[in-house]
């Protein structure tokens, strides 16, 4: 199966910005990774509709970052499943581990999004992931477990999604695991999907990031059950966003 490579743009981008969206549209032709690559880019949900708009008739499916599982109401500040999908999001990130350790995002709360997510016809991108405090203590298949059990609820199954899998530790640092450490974190998190959905969980695509380079790409993508990228600094240059789409090949 293709592999899913999601650029996360975080609180980056203004209106110049969507020039680099457009950038790697424009590239996908040449340096696609093979047939069935499926590319994402979510920015901040202030651009979200006018990249949509812009990247309309292109292969770039558009995210949002995060979501809040109400509908509407009083929560001054969110925004829900429904606006994203109106402003043409199709993706959404869920349970970013700067959403769970600087917005205290439990797991549960976690699932609550996914649920609003599919309910707006959103494919959530769902992360989970060790501190390295947890690493060093040896609990990262542990840790990452309970996340995946307690972050995917049973609705899932059926729909297209897919788990993310962050090592805090990795993220923006340049810090990378070894290819045995990523393989044996996503054996545990297809494990425990398979357990939680039954089939379904057998089939959805695990993706790794942190630290996703142009230089690491290739071997990353190459590892058994990494079925994608969550790429954060490298997808805000088109050159380099499409050079790791390259390595999926
Ligand atoms: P990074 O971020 O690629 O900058 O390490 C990844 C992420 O947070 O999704």
Not at 70 to 82: K, L, P, R
């Amino acid at each position: 199966m293709g592999k899913l490579i999601v650029g996360n743009w975080k609180m980056n981008g203004l209106g110049t910005s969507l020039a680099e969206a457009q950038a790697v549209a424009a590239g996908l032709g040449s340096s696609s990774g093979g047939p069935g690559v499926r590319v994402g880019l979510c920015p901040p949900a202030t651009l979200v509709e006018r990249m949509a708009r812009s990247l309309s008739g292109s292969p770039v499916l558009v995210g949002g970052q995060d979501c809040r599982a109400e509908a509407s109401g009083a929560f001054t500040g969110d925004v829900s499943a429904e606006m994203l999908s109106e402003a043409g999001a199709v993706l959404v990130i869920l349970g970013h581990s700067e959403r769970r350790s600087g917005y205290g995002e439990t797991d549960a709360l976690v699932a609550a999004k996914v649920e609003a997510a599919l309910r707006a016809g959103l494919e959530p991108i769902i992360c989970v992931g060790e501190t390295l405090a947890e690493r060093e203590a040896g609990r990262a298949v542990a840790v990452v477990s309970a996340q995946v059990r307690g972050s995917l609820p049973q609705a899932l199954a059926g729909r297209a999604f897919s788990v993310a899998y962050e090592p805090v530790w990795a993220i923006g640092t340049g810090l990378t695991p070894t290819t045995a450490q990523i393989e044996e974190i996503h054996t545990a998190v297809r494990a425990e999907m398979s357990a939680v959905l039954g089939a379904p969980g057998a089939r959805a695509p695990i993706l790794y990031g942190g630290s996703v380079k142009p230089g690491n790409a290739a071997e990353i993508l190459s590892a058994s059950e990494v079925g994608g990228a969550l790429v954060g600094g490298a997808s805000l240059k088109s050159v380099d966003f499409l050079g790791i789409i390259a390595g999926a090949g």
